[in-house]
């Protein structure tokens, strides 16, 4: 990934990895200042030894990013957003002394609370919520929806899945896509289920030729609906 532009290649870029070294080293001292805060150099042998971590887990990020981002969907220079951005967003999805631990699943959380641009693969359960106008001026509904749900573990209900919500909670069964209709009166009617999304695009396609949706969606927050 260049330094100057917003266009990727499969390289790990060094400036993208000191970027979010440097962010999450700052936020780590950060919540160690605190006076509730944990003791970084007793915790981790060493601040030389909290200083390989923290680039092991800067290295581990970005390789994960080079396998399962599109960069050419952002606008953000890679190095500069981890720089702003990673540090928080790591320390919110793991303890400031479980760095260890880090792995692709703690990636994938950071990269949905980010919303950074995700290869939507099928090992990669990703949150999901895009509506577009229906351009069918006699159609029942204004426009459609397409939405990531998941089965409960009982497998009796169907619920929405949102940043926020834990990827790989095993409390749920795999994500899919739901499509929905939404109504005039605002109502949504569910119209069918798919395994992929563009599997739902294709089929809101067909019933709205000229329907617009976003060939790559981004994982983003919305409310927790109910859904019929």
């Avoid at 569910?190 to 695009?201: F, Q």
Wanted: charged fraction near 25%; include cysteine.
């Amino acid at each position: 990934m260049a330094t100057t532009s917003t266009v990727s290649s499969p390289v790990s870029d060094p400036a993208a990895v000191f970027g979010a070294a440097l962010s999450l080293w700052n936020a780590c001292r950060r919540i160690e200042g605190r006076p509730e805060g944990i003791n970084l150099s007793e915790t981790y042998d060493g601040m030389d030894q909290f200083m390989r971590v923290v680039m092991k887990v800067a290295n581990v990020f970005e390789e994960w990013a080079c396998r399962h981002l599109v960069f050419d969907e952002s606008m953000d220079v890679w190095p500069y957003l981890l720089e702003d951005s990673f540090g928080e967003a790591c320390l919110a999805e793991m303890f400031v002394d479980a760095l260890t631990q880090f792995d692709d699943e703690a990636c994938l959380r950071i990269a949905i609370r980010l919303g950074l641009p995700i290869k939507l693969t099928a090992d990669l359960p990703v949150p999901i919520d895009e509506r577009a106008a229906n351009p069918v001026s006699n159609s029942l509904f204004r426009e459609f929806r397409i939405q990531t749900v998941r089965l409960t573990g009982d497998l009796e209900s169907v619920e929405p899945f949102v940043t926020g919500d834990d990827p790989y909670d095993n409390q749920f069964g795999e994500p899919y896509y739901g499509v929905y209709g939404v109504g005039k009166d605002g109502l949504m009617e569910h119209i069918a289920d798919r395994n992929t999304y563009a599997e739902a695009v294709d089929l809101v396609r067909k019933l709205a030729p000229d329907i617009e949706f976003p060939r790559l969606p981004r994982a983003r927050r919305w409310a927790n609906e109910a859904l019929p």
